[in-house]
Nanobody
């Protein structure tokens, strides 16, 4: 059974950095595209960044381009989201999600994925 466990959230000042991790278990890791989504107060869920399994195609929301980097370590079965130059509007609960390939990564980043983790909170203070 697929399990997604997020970690790395916390409180950081504006301009600071955090690295989120999503540990994946229970499935063949590189068969799945993985995405990071966030739910901010008063806003709809947003696809932040996604990465394919086999081709490792990446997609980023316009709001995070140039500041966030997604990567995957197949040996560790983990996907990372490196977040730099954080802004107060990046505050929210960040969820890791997975979808069995083949998928169109940008579309999955907009519509959501099959499987979800429980989330890790990120708070950026001004």
């Amino acid at each position: 059974q697929l399990q997604l466990v997020e970690s790395g959230g916390g409180l950081v000042q504006a301009g600071g950095s955090l690295r989120l991790s999503c540990a994946v278990s229970g499935v063949t890791f590189n068969w799945y595209a993985i995405g990071w989504f966030r739910q901010s107060p008063g806003k709809e869920r947003e696809g932040v960044s996604c990465i394919g399994g086999t081709m490792e195609t990446t997609h980023y929301a316009d709001s995070v381009k140039g500041r966030f980097t997604i990567s995957r370590d197949n040996a560790r079965r983990t996907v990372y989201l490196e977040m730099t130059n954080l802004k107060p509007e990046d505050t929210g609960v960040y969820y890791c999600a997975a979808h069995l390939e083949p998928v169109h990564v940008p579309t999955m980043c907009l519509t959501g994925m099959e499987h979800w983790g429980k989330g890790t909170p990120v708070t950026v203070s001004s």
